[in-house]
């Protein structure tokens, strides 16, 4: 819900009202229902609104409470925000709205940086204090809304995206060696703070950023789940199935609180059919539920259909599926490159950007799968990792996620673009070392749920369904089910090949054929093997003057990858030209130079 954007002076001048209107402008799309901005001294704020709670002019942003000096603005979305008002009232506080925004002011007004202690949901804010001219910046616990920044030493700007704050101008465009090394190794994923331009960052997740007047921070880390086996349940299998069952549909209970219809993305896997399930169980009838494919390409199949068929017969939602033939995909691949605020190796980004479109015809709000294979250890690499002994852990993690080796990554760069050491295996290092963390499968979950998957799967999901103005809410990391996780054996998340704790409670409420399926993905098969129409832009890209000038590349390892585009691949499988040209493609769409 929303985009928000500002600025904060520290040099005694005003603010640049004008590249705050062109910030907030270029997320219209994130907000289609109303624009707002409000200046006052050295701060000025913008928002795009997406009317989801409180439908009423009353909701609308930037949200000033005069009486307690504060101006807010906040996208996102806070599931308890009723019980929250309740308490608040309960302490004097009186609203002139029902929005879930005012909400959280009259929360910070009451606990300060406390505040998001006592909120569930997803969210990223700005607030301005009157009196003492302090901002304060949040993001939500699992970083689903994402909150960018830059700055230098006059002035700091923050927004939703990145492409908004190229168009406040100002920004430094120059490519971060450490964020591409990371780039060509996870499969596009830059964790926090960093970003793949030099001169962006990234508030990171579960951190409250307090900025003063004079430009001093102070970041405040509020969350992290102990991966350890602190749970009185033990490990007994039946505890642990009937209390993930319980926080699941919490879960997915809480993420219903709306003014407008809210429907589920499924595609016909384990995740997104629970999700149904579970909303069926609460007695919801007509669900809208909607599915996306593809035509086959090279041999591979392109959807799903006949398992999220079989779903939506079984508990009788309102289905829409839709087929989506391969020469359309050049025109959506310049689509989801444009909703992209960071560059994306996933291709199902374009399948997300195209279901999208389809979906926010009926409904503004959508519940998805993501998150469940991090947290739950749904994924094939999770069982070489385990077996590792705890000191072996960061090469085990190495061995079976990195797309390649940092030499021959290196052997893939211009030497001016390329780390000086291997900065993404000493990031894995420092991140599986601290305490907290039990076993070798502990340490790799907590890195993928709490650095690498907000800038992946959430960011894709965040990116391409708010590209149409559609709210996209993921039950599986609601924040006290993420606590249940991590403190569960990791046994009973790897038995039956991964999520076992999950399929135990699909075999209770799903059909057989759904949790028994092999493991499926959102699959575009033009994407993935190249197909001409998809190769023909990707040559466009890299043999362009921009690209040539910009040298990211050695030019002689681009022009074999182009000779034979679907051989090269990287180890886990993926397409290395699509990898190459998706940062190119991304650069060039967002007019990078």
């Known amino acids: 819900m929303c985009g928000l954007s500002g600025e904060v002076r520290f040099d005694g001048g005003r603010p640049d009202l004008a590249a705050v209107e062109r910030m907030t402008d270029v997320m219209e799309p994130r907000g289609p229902d109303g624009r707002g901005a409000w200046s006052q001294g050295a701060v000025a704020l913008g928002h795009r609104r997406l009317k989801i709670i409180d439908l009423s002019e009353r909701g609308a942003q930037p949200m000033t409470d005069a009486r307690l000096g504060l101006t807010a603005v906040f996208n996102g979305c806070v599931y308890n925000h009723r019980e929250v008002r309740r308490r608040l009232e309960g302490v004097g506080h009186r609203f002139f709205s029902d929005s879930d925004t005012e909400v959280f002011v009259k929360a910070y007004a009451e606990w300060g940086r406390e505040c998001v202690d006592h909120l569930v949901g997803m969210f990223a804010f700005a607030v301005v204090e009157h009196h003492t001219g302090r901002v304060v910046l949040g993001r939500d616990r699992l970083g689903i809304k994402p909150l960018y920044v830059t700055q230098d030493a006059a002035r700091l700007r923050f927004a939703s995206t990145l492409p908004a704050l190229l168009a406040g101008g100002g920004v430094d465009t120059s490519i971060d060696p450490v964020a591409l090394h990371q780039y060509m190794s996870w499969h596009g994923t830059v964790p926090a703070p960093r970003t793949v331009l030099a001169g962006v960052r990234k508030v990171p997740p579960a951190t409250v950023r307090v900025i003063e007047p004079d430009g001093t921070q102070q970041d405040h880390c509020y969350w992290q789940p102990s991966y350890t086996r602190h749970s009185a349940l033990g490990a007994d299998p039946a505890l642990w199935r009937e209390a993930v069952h319980e926080a699941l549909r919490t879960a997915v209970r809480r993420r219903t609180v709306a003014d407008v219809p809210v429907g589920v993305l499924l595609s016909g896997g384990l995740d997104s059919s629970l999700i149904v399930a579970l909303l069926a169980e609460e007695g919801q009838e007509g669900l809208p539920t909607f599915a996306m494919g593809f035509e086959s390409e090279n041999g591979e199949d392109g959807d799903e259909f006949h398992y999220s068929d079989l779903v939506a017969r079984t508990f009788s939602t309102d289905h829409h599926q839709f087929m989506i033939p391969s020469d359309r995909l050049p025109a959506a691949l310049e689509g989801a490159i444009g909703a992209m605020s960071e560059p994306m190796v996933s291709h199902d980004a374009v399948a997300f950007h195209m279901l999208s479109e389809q979906v926010a015809k009926d409904v503004k709000v959508v519940l998805c799968g993501q998150g469940a294979d991090e947290v739950f250890a749904g994924y094939h690499w999770y069982p070489p990792i385990a077996s590792a002994a705890r000191e ?202």
């Open 392 to 593: 072996d852990a960061p090469a085990a993690y190495a061995d079976a996620y990195f797309d390649r080796t940092h030499g021959d990554l290196t052997a893939m760069l211009h030497a001016g673009t390329a780390a000086a050491r291997d900065v993404s295996t000493d990031f894995v290092r420092a991140h599986m070392a601290a305490p907290g963390a039990e076993t070798s499968l502990d340490a790799a979950l907590r890195m993928d749920v709490h650095a690498l998957m907000p800038d992946d799967p959430v960011k894709r999901v965040d990116n391409m369904t708010m590209a149409w103005g559609l709210e996209a809410r993921v039950p599986f990391l609601d924040h006290e089910l993420v606590e249940l996780a991590a403190a569960c054996p990791p046994e009973l998340k790897l038995a039956q090949g991964g999520k076992a704790v999950l399929k135990d409670i699909g075999r209770e409420i799903l059909p057989p054929e759904v949790v028994d399926r092999p493991k499926g993905y959102f699959p575009v098969p033009g994407v993935r093997h190249m197909a001409e129409p998809v190769l023909a832009r990707v040559r466009d890209a890299l043999t362009a003057p921009e690209a040539r000038r910009r040298g990211i590349f050695d030019q002689r390892h681009v022009a074999r990858l182009l000779a034979e585009p679907d051989r090269h691949r990287a180890k886990r499988g993926a397409n290395t030209l699509w990898q190459v040209a998706s940062l190119e493609l991304w650069l060039q769409v967002h007019g990078v130079h």
